[in-house]
């Protein structure tokens, strides 16, 4: 049995944590910390992007499932512009461990001085409403800064996946919560329902594969049958919620975090509109910025029953 943790608080430090066992993950996030306090951003970037290009060497099975995604999303490319989204994308891999510490160790004066916001009037407009946010979001590169910084705005609640080893649990629970309020385990339902109630705004991602539970199949991009949970429905149904695509993208002298307008008409009640829905409007801010999107996902491994497996 799973055992879900509720309205996650951070979690003390004890000695336990200084095991011998652990000492590779203090040493990893000790260099990762200096690296990201003591580098310039655009150097952080600079050498973000070596690794990426280094780690496609290593990651060969990765690479294959990325080049596999991007033939099945994206048909209408060329081979020679998937291969360079594909090499683009390695590089934002690597660009994303320096932005996952910048997420977690930065102060906020600095993480707001690379960041522009867009459309704060929306969450301004809930605020003033008395309504609960519900963050439509999606795997992004990126992903670690998107609710960091939004919390640099308004603080809100993260849905997220607890790591079983406790050292890097602590690091991304304290990490996380740097500009929020805490965490949410994603099997929570009841913890993100009371979030949404309260008037908070919940960041939630629903565009991976989770397989067939509680799950459709829509189109999402060029693949017309994509298991895509029903989720995001089910919490834009509480009362008093607004649904608010919020998308981090990096740009050349920082990033840009885009918070759109509500979206209307959703949901409709109709779990395959709603998830088509959905898949729209984040394939739409994927194509913004293929490159930065998560390729190296499974994310069409589950398929209709008597379609063939894809990878």
């Known amino acids: 049995m799973t055992t879900v943790r509720h309205n996650l608080a951070l979690p003390p430090f004890t000695l336990a944590l200084l095991h011998p066992r652990y000492l590779f993950n203090w040493l990893g996030l000790g260099m990762l910390w200096l690296l990201v306090t003591l580098l310039p951003w655009r150097a952080q970037m600079t050498v973000g992007r070596a690794l990426g290009r280094l780690s496609m060497k290593i990651l060969g099975s990765r690479v294959k499932i990325a080049r596999r995604n991007l033939v099945l999303a994206l048909p209408e490319l060329s081979d020679e512009q ?16 320096f932005e996952t510490g910048m997420a977690w160790f930065w102060p906020d004066w600095r993480m707001r001085a690379i960041t522009r916001m867009e459309g704060t009037e929306h969450v301004d407009a809930a605020v003033a409403k008395g309504q609960g946010m519900l963050l439509l979001s999606a795997h992004f590169l990126t992903l670690e800064l998107n609710a960091r910084q939004f919390g640099l705005y308004r603080p809100g609640v993260g849905v997220y996946r607890p790591n079983t080893n406790p050292v890097l649990e602590r690091a991304q629970v304290v990490g996380r919560c740097r500009s929020n309020k805490y965490l949410v385990d994603r099997l929570d339902i009841k913890g993100m329902l009371r979030a949404l109630r309260q008037g908070d705004a919940l960041w939630y991602a629903p565009d991976h594969d989770y397989g067939r539970h509680a799950s459709v199949f829509v189109p999402f991009f060029a693949v017309q049958a994509a298991a895509t949970i029903t ?29 759109q307008a509500p979206i209307t008409n959703f949901p409709v009640g109709d779990d395959h509109q709603d998830a088509i829905t959905s898949n729209r409007i984040i394939e739409a801010a994927i194509r913004l910025a293929p490159e930065q999107y998560m390729w190296l996902h499974r994310r069409f491994k589950t398929t209709p029953k008597g379609v063939p497996y894809r990878y």
């Open 82 to 97: 998937r291969a360079d989204i594909l090499k683009a994308n390695f590089e934002s891999v690597g660009c994303a461990i």
């Open 231 to 259: 989720g995001t429905a089910t919490l834009a149904r509480v009362k008093k919620t607004v649904t608010l695509p919020c998308f981090t993208i990096r740009e050349q002298n920082g990033y840009r975090l885009l918070i």
